[in-house]
């Protein structure tokens, strides 16, 4: 089955860029989502389609994906950016949607 | 506006059953498929199962397979979750999540709050 890693943790002062990455075999050949995911709440969409952002998403979140690895890009981070981001994709091969372990982001 | 709202969740014993449902309003169900999603306590999210638009095509996570049962009414404008011979390891709060697309490769745009079912 089609496996997604991320990294466990990441941590960005406040100004300064996060990047939070996800790897894949050939991911650079499916769509990825990104979701984050604050405590106590339920996920919210913040990048589909590799890149694209849904309305009311800040123009602070963008994305990019080639090869084996996907990459959620937080600029200019915020501490309410602190939360879980999670990619995800449809693996076509198996009719299975894939979602990545997870990764903190941690504001200092 | 777009709203998803879940219940059927509780306390059941291993080998029971529950039955979920996610009731949707704000946008034009009949066209966009439904996920159900889940997250077991401290850990991350697990896709469980997806229905198409029209109810036409369905997929399951391995672990799930055989026991639960996705299915949807149009009419009503909602989806449920048929939980048989439940375990302990599918203790989890249960989301229901709207796909962007008929199908299910698009990405989830709007989620309810979740139910909590603990076996």
Known sequence: SYVLTQPPSVSVAPGQTARITCGGNNIGSKSVHWYQQKPGQAPVLVVYDDSDRPSGISERFSGSNSGNTATLTISRVETGDEADYYCQVWDSSSDHVVFGGGTKLTVL | ?119
Request: one cysteine or more; charged letters at 20%; hydrophobic letters at 35%.
């Open chain 2, 1 to 119: 506006q777009v709203q998803l709202v879940e219940s059927g969740g509780g306390v059941v014993q291993p080998g029971r059953s529950l039955k979920l449902s996610c009731a949707a309003s704000g946008f034009t169900f009949s066209n966009f498929a439904i996920h159900w999603v889940r997250q077991a306590p401290g850990k991350g999210l697990e896709w469980v199962a997806v229905i198409s638009f029209d109810g036409s095509e369905n997929y399951y996570t391995d672990s799930v397979k055989g026991r639960f049962t996705i299915s949807r009414d149009n009419s009503k404008n909602t989806v449920f979750l048929q939980m048989n011979r439940l375990r302990p390891e599918d203790t989890a709060v249960y989301y229901c999540a709207k796909d962007r697309g008929a199908d299910a490769s698009a990405g989830s745009d709007y989620w309810g709050q979740g139910t909590l079912v603990n076996v």
